[in-house]
């Protein structure tokens, strides 16, 4: 049997074979002791197994002396805030994302919102290959219920200071492929006063995903057909969990997930200016809408809590990823659909002659390039021989990130599948495609 994907955000794997619900009750417990007795919130999304892995979550928990307080079906940003109530001790969300409909996985939060930092993941490395401290029948606790999570969220968000909940009539299509966002998505256009329509709002029978999982331009075709024929201004695209959001303008053109940060950069720091954080493979928009307001933006590693250390680190109030992540502090610290939604929503009524297409059209022209390839092996070996094909990295924290002449490239090992990711963007298609040459040739060598 294959073993389970450890990240800095959890575990995951396709669920009865690399992840298995023995899997989830042992990461659980040793997340318990970790914590220590007291409250644990959990969330899922929409799989299949997801009743099952939360059942195995919850005797994990409990075995330890933890009060699993189920929120019920949340996005994970939900989980998050939760994670951050008074008397939590931490956060459990039950959701492998962006990954196919068989996978499922564990997010770990801790009372800041934010996914285990450095210290709590060498510590619970250390718990995991430990003999577990179980208690006896006076330590056990009681699973509890939780309700309201969802509206809570949607509150908070609704009354951030940069929100607009009213003027410019607007319409969405939102795309929730059968999860997490058919709850939040609809509520959270309620309260900004926005019209809405919904496609794909539950999973097959047999447990799938309505379409490809994660959302971007390959993903949303049918959202785009849907944006036009409704007459809709802009289109949201989500992942399962909710913390991603893509976009599609009033034209059906599929601007995708890239473009989902950069508006908020621009919105956000054309009210309050300041220091802005991206992720190594985030699109040069988040630099282009920065710039227009005379702001700085920093590069961190691929992953949520490296955004948001690197965020602490240069005092920046917002950051996020170019997946479609937007992170405010005004919110919390975290990947949010719902601040994504609002700031665009937001956008449009503070400039009500303006579209999504004329918005996007404003920037540069950039090709990306996005593509993932199989590999096992050996990346200290893959990246000696990239060196001496793409020279010299600029960066070396998060795999190899290379400067090019009209943009960047980027690649690196996933932290979250068996693959290596190739991510790069130029204005000049011929220099793309050379570089994904040299790294297939390099690719060959070391299959």
């Known amino acids: 049997m294959k073993k389970p994907i450890i990240s800095g955000s959890g575990i995951r794997g396709i669920f009865g074979e690399s992840f298995t619900v023995q899997d989830a009750c042992s990461f659980a417990a040793a997340f318990g002791e970790l914590v220590g007795p007291g409250r644990v919130v959990v969330g899922r999304d929409t799989r299949k197994s997801g009743p099952a892995v939360e059942a195995a979550v919850c005797a994990g928990l409990l075995g330890v002396g933890c009060t699993p307080i189920l929120l019920g079906i949340v996005t994970t940003p939900t989980v998050q805030l939760e994670a951050m109530r008074n008397g939590i001790c931490g956060g459990i969300a039950v959701t492998s994302s962006h990954n196919p409909g068989d996978w499922n996985a564990l997010k770990l939060i801790g009372t800041d919102g934010v996914f285990l930092r450095a210290e709590a993941r060498a510590r619970l490395s250390e718990l995991l290959v430990s003999e577990r401290k179980w208690v006896d029948y006076r330590g056990c606790s009681q699973t509890e219920i939780l309700d309201g999570s969802i509206a809570r969220h ?47 709002p539950e999973m097959t029978p047999e447990g799938d995903f309505p379409r490809v999982a994660e959302p ?45 940060i950069a508006l908020a950069l621009d919105h956000v720091l054309s009210h309050n200016p300041g220091p802005a954080v991206v992720n ?9 809408a920065a710039e227009k307001h ?28 170019g ?16 601040v994504g939604m609002a700031y665009v929503v ?15 059209d404003s920037f540069p022209a950039y ?3 996005k593509k993932k390839v199989d590999f096992t092996g050996d990346f200290a070996k893959m990246a000696l021989l ?62």
């Open 154 to 200: 949607v509150d908070l968000v609704a009354e951030l200071p940069l929100v607009q909940k009213t003027g410019r009539k607007l319409k969405v299509v939102l795309d929730v492929t059968g999860a997490t966002a058919a709850l939040l998505g609809p509520a959270m256009m309620d309260a900004l006063n926005v019209e809405w329509e919904m496609i794909f």
């Open 216 to 260: 971007n331009r390959e993903s949303l075709s049918v959202l785009a057909e849907e944006v036009v024929q409704r007459g809709a201004d802009v289109g949201f695209g989500f992942d399962p969990d909710g913390d991603r959001l893509a976009l599609v303008d009033n034209r059906g053109r599929l601007i995708g997930e890239e473009y989902t």
């Open 280 to 288: 190594l493979s985030t699109s040069s928009l988040a630099e282009d």
């Open 294 to 321: 005379g702001c700085v933006v920093y590069r961190s590693p691929v992953g949520e809590v490296n955004v948001i250390e690197e965020m602490e680190k240069r005092g920046a109030d917002i950051g996020g990823e």
């Open 323 to 338: 997946n479609g992540g937007v992170i405010h502090r005004d919110c919390h610290l975290g990947r949010d659909s719902a």
């Open 346 to 360: 937001s956008y449009l009524r503070e400039h009500r002659e303006m579209t999504i297409s004329d918005w996007a």
């Open 367 to 369: 090709i990306n390039m």
């Open 386 to 447: 990239l060196k001496e094909q793409l020279g010299q990295p600029d960066d070396i924290t998060d795999g190899l990130w290379w400067r090019r002449n009209g943009g960047w490239v980027h690649i690196r090992p996933s932290g979250t599948e068996p693959v290596v990711r190739f991510i790069a963007e130029n204005t000049a298609q011929e220099i793309l495609d050379s570089d994904y040459a040299l790294f297939r040739k390099v690719l060959t060598c070391v299959e």
